[in-house]
């Protein structure tokens, strides 16, 4: 289950906890795994460990049962890349969320269900409905030797401003 993260993790055993202190924790979806051949999603989920290991932040990395079973109450903050969240996996986070976990999803992340259906429960959580999804015609493997290669989707500019969202944390 853990092959994709297996690329750069050599001290990850069964899903336990390695780092020492850890409170950040990076979910690998197995069920994102099936749906999705080999591409962007793994080299996002690679370059986002290696990112949040370089800022110097002990990272733990779960997979959806751990959810299940109540793993994240000892996480501060839960990091998301595949598209693809069980079901249950979705409401233990979201209840999590309620009682104060930090989630960072990355674009489309958690927006679909384990069937690759809609994940109605994530997007009620985040105020949005996800209408489709911008690809490139690249898929990006390895960031290092294809990023040069891929083509700009769109821009997103961050501002605060009246929407009544407050400032962007």
């Known amino acids: 289950a853990l092959n994709e993260v297996g690329l750069f993790e050599d001290i990850i055993a069964e899903g336990a906890a390695q780092a020492q202190g850890a409170a950040v924790a990076l979910l690998y979806s197995e069920s994102s795994a099936i749906w999705s051949a080999i591409g962007t999603g793994g080299a996002a989920l690679r370059s986002l460990d290696i990112s949040l290991r370089h800022a110097e932040l ?11 079973s109540g793993r994240l109450a000892y996480y501060d903050a839960l990091y998301i890349v595949g598209r693809q969240l069980t079901s249950s996996a979705t409401a233990a986070v979201l209840e999590w969320v309620r009682g104060g ?17 809609t994940n109605a429960a994530m997007e009620e959580a985040l105020g949005i409905e996800q209408l489709g999804m911008l690809e490139g015609a690249v898929p ?3 960031i290092k030797q294809d990023i040069r290669f891929a083509t700009l989707l769109d821009e997103v500019t961050l501002s605060d401003d009246a929407s009544g969202m407050g400032p962007l944390a």
């Open 140 to 142: 990006l493997n390895f």
């Open 58 to 68: 002990p990272v733990d990395v779960l997979i959806e049962e751990d959810c299940d």
């Open 101 to 117: 976990g930090k989630l960072f999803l990355t674009a489309g992340a958690a927006l679909r269900t384990e069937s690759n259906e």
